[in-house]
């Protein structure tokens, strides 16, 4: 057999085997989705290869916290332009404190007038998914519509930050205007990893708070090898009436190979248990990182 003729045979049966296992990766999430009853979206990127995947990546889904991260990556940028020094001082009134919902900052200074850096306030939005902080940084970046501005100046049009967390717990509906599509996280997660908007030191910043992130530990990384380093941002709202509208969580995986696999997954409108929400996640997490492994 001509050797020309023997490459594209063994590149058609490469073709065929990496189908059959796309196919089989998208009936295992697919399986999930219909026992879940959920609106689930998941996006994944292999960002050395530019393999994708994506089931209803293109939905809109309440991103929650997840969008702590957009706002945290605008914050480290306004540093990178001179406006903010990460080791300056802002300080924290008795108006930023949040009333409900979580914030460590809140049950360390309920009435507010502490002075803390902008890279511990960006800490605390990321690590601790921390309300106050949160509407602390949306505040020094001039509110929401700039934040999101800025975010579309990236490329990234599929997020739309419209409230603050302080707006959402006044009334819970709201979260649904403060959406993202799968997709655009992954897109700019994408950006974050390869496109160099950041200095290094703000990079070093954002990717260590990602990565020593506490909430999510039986999402994404729930079903990993023990070690997996991953650098994520969740995202969860309140259950009503044993209703949940959003468990999220978002990230990067580092794999065995050192290949960074970003990965979004969203579960919206479920009636499932917090256990069985985040199950769902850890399942499509596990079948997602055995494919592109």
């Known amino acids: 057999m001509p050797r020309k003729t023997t490459i594209v045979l063994l590149l058609a049966c490469l073709s065929a085997s ?11 999430i697919d399986s999930i989705v219909t026992h879940s009853k959920a609106h689930i979206g998941v996006s994944a990127l292999l960002l050395e290869t530019g393999d994708t995947l994506s089931y209803r990546g293109n ?3 309440p991103m929650q916290s997840v969008y702590k991260f957009p706002i945290s990556f ?3 940028h306004q540093v990178d332009l001179g406006k903010y020094k990460p080791d300056q001082k802002i300080t924290i009134t008795s108006d930023d404190i949040m009333p409900l919902g979580h914030s460590p900052i809140r049950e360390a200074h309920p009435h507010g007038g502490v002075d803390m850096t902008i890279r511990e306030i960006s800490r605390y939005n ?10 602390v940084l949306l505040r020094l970046l001039g509110g929401t519509k700039k934040t999101n501005a800025y975010i579309r100046s990236l490329g990234v049009t599929g997020i739309n930050i419209a409230t603050t967390e302080k707006e959402q717990q006044q009334d819970d509906t709201t979260q649904y205007h ?5 997709i655009a996280i992954t897109q700019l997660y994408k950006v974050f990893l390869r496109n160099n908007v950041l200095s290094k030191q703000s990079y070093d910043i954002l990717w260590k708070d990602l990565a020593e992130s506490h909430p999510g530990a039986k999402r994404i ?7 997996t380093v991953v650098a994520h941002k969740t995202g969860t709202s309140g259950t009503h009436n044993g209703f949940t509208a959003a468990t999220n969580d978002s990230g990067i995986i580092i794999l065995p190979n050192g290949k960074h696999l970003i990965l979004t997954i969203f579960v919206s409108d479920s009636k499932g248990s917090e256990a ?11 079948a997602v990182y055995d494919h592109f492994k």
């Open 18 to 28: 990496v189908h059959a296992q796309t196919t089989a990766l998208r009936k295992t």
């Open 74 to 76: 605008a914050i480290l």
């Open 126 to 135: 990321i690590q601790e998914s921390d309300g106050t902080a949160c509407d």
């Open 178 to 182: 403060n959406w993202a599509t799968p």
């Open 59 to 61: 939905d809109h889904y």
């Open 221 to 227: 990384k729930g079903l990993l090898p023990p070690g």
């Open 276 to 286: 069985e929400r985040e199950g769902w996640i850890a399942q499509i997490s596990k």
